[in-house]
């Protein structure tokens, strides 16, 4: 059940009010009553603070517009509007980390949602589970963050065992689409993306491709890192859609390092 909260409205005698909307009420001029108090800006969106409901720990700040906000009232699952991609967007859609949301809350300027959600898992996808994780606080050094981590330089060429075992997961990861492909699992994401078939699976593999850009234009290594391994599971699910075996990949890489 997800609660609606407009707080700013003072009665005579009374000390601050909160007029609740309960879920099942929201619907015809309940909506229009909502949407018409939220003051959107000029490109439609009002920005969207998530904070867990349980913790009270900020998780992520994002953007919703008229159609996200209807979304997220009707499956009560956090949906926003990205700017990069100019889509719709659900939080947890690809990596499973939904945010299950309990409450929504409208500032006193109407200018301001907060979501009070149940998180599935991290909130950033760094894979902290807040996006504010850095502390800027003067004094306090940011070195030890997984996106100012600066790169050693390697004293070796060859890679560690360690380094090898991870590599060896591309194959493990390849052979479970695999089997998703041949025993379909309800609900899972890699048969949907195999259901809707090429289209849409190429459709993502450009989406993340477009997100490791922005990454990289960002300068985010953390960034860079997030959305390079959603781009290699799409490539690995369209090399499993034309059964295209990974070493065949390997194989050409080889040819090439002359």
Request: charged letters at 30%; one cysteine or more; glycine letters at 6%.
């Amino acid at each position: 059940m997800i609660n609606i909260r407009h707080i700013g409205e003072f009665p005579p005698g009374a000390g601050l009010f909160c007029l609740v909307y309960n879920i099942s009420r929201i619907r015809g001029v309940f909506m229009k009553e909502l949407l018409e108090k939220i003051k959107f800006n000029q490109d439609g969106l009002v920005p969207a603070i998530v904070q867990d409901i349980d913790s009270n720990e900020v998780l992520m700040l994002a953007y919703m517009n008229e159609e996200s906000l209807q979304k997220t009232l009707k499956t009560g699952k956090a949906t926003f509007w990205s700017r990069s991609r100019q889509e719709l967007w659900v939080k947890g859609e690809s990596s499973g980390n939904y945010q299950l949301v309990r409450e929504i809350k409208l500032d006193c300027d109407n200018d301001a949602l907060l979501l009070l959600v149940e998180p599935a898992g991290p909130a950033c996808h760094t894979g902290e589970k807040t996006c504010f994780y850095r502390d800027v606080t003067p004094g306090v050094s940011m070195v030890d963050k997984p996106d100012d981590i600066a790169l050693e330089e390697r004293k070796e060429d060859a890679p560690t065992e360690e380094e090898l075992r991870k590599a060896g997961f591309l194959y493990s990861l390849y052979n479970l689409i695999a089997d998703r492909k041949d025993n379909p699992v309800e609900g899972s994401y890699t048969n949907y993306l195999f259901a809707e078939g090429v289209d849409k699976i190429c459709k993502k593999i450009g989406e993340e491709a477009a997100e490791v850009i922005i990454g990289a234009k960002n300068a985010s290594r953390g960034e860079m890192v997030y959305e390079i391994g959603d781009l290699i599971y799409h490539l690995l699910v369209l090399l499993n859609l034309y059964e295209i075996p990974l070493k065949d990949i390997f194989t050409e890489l080889e040819k090439r390092n002359k």
